[in-house]
């Protein structure tokens, strides 16, 4: 567990800043037509372009700057010739490395028009990320977010992906603790200000259990259904939880 002070707190927000800025550029471009890999590379371009460093590529050997993943691939989409079509929605995971830290946030964009059980889908999921960042406040533990997160989802007829968690952040693109999508309150790591944390619900509209392809990272639903992911980086402050992926 990492305890950062305020300057490194602030040094986190810059990064993660940009990381918003990125997908802020990236909505105005999720239109039908478009290839992920252009997304990809418009991406790359900004995030240089800024000062920063797409924390994405080469890590772990992941090909590309961002995680485009369309429909019913839940996280770890590889970007490449697919062109999005009217109706789509596209899990936009995007990390960026600036002056030695790290920023991590992701938002699913409709493609054009959407049917109602997908705009339910990413409200959903939008509304779980909010309301596990609320309890990430000192003196709480990690399964009140985990717990905030599923209760929520689960009462909307939804599932939580379990296999894949969210974690801490700072130095380092993944640090503990894990952040799970489900758990029991009161129970887990202590929360304390200071800590960082990557708060990541992955929501399906079926069966909670993922496969991975054989590219070895793109990570779908096992019955074929959409999911959905959105991502804050926030930190634990003295009073409450301070969203540091905001545009604001």
Known sequence: MFLRGREEVEAIRKAAKLVARTLEMLRDE???????????????????????????????????????????????????????????????????????????????????????????????????????????????????????????????GFTVVRSLVGHGIGRQMHEEPQVPNYGTPDRGPRLMAGQVLAIEPMVNAGVADVVTREDGWTVVTKDGALSAHFEHTVAVGPDGPDILSLLE
């Open 30 to 156: 999720m239109r039908p037509g478009v290839t992920t890999g252009t997304l990809d590379r418009l991406a790359e371009a900004f995030i240089r372009d800024h000062g920063g460093r797409p924390a994405f590529k080469g890590y772990r050997g992941f090909p590309a700057s961002i995680c485009p993943s369309v429909n019913d691939e839940v996280v770890h989409g590889i970007p490449g010739d697919r062109a999005l079509v009217e109706g789509d929605i596209v899990g936009t995971d995007v990390g960026v490395e600036l002056d030695g830290y790290f920023g991590d946030a992701a938002m699913t964009f409709p493609v054009g028009r959407i049917d109602a059980g997908a705009e339910r889908l990413l409200q959903v999921t939008r509304e779980a990320l909010m309301k596990g960042v609320a309890q990430a406040k000192a003196g709480n533990r990690v399964g009140d977010i985990s717990h905030a997160i599923q209760s929520h989802v689960e009462q909307h």
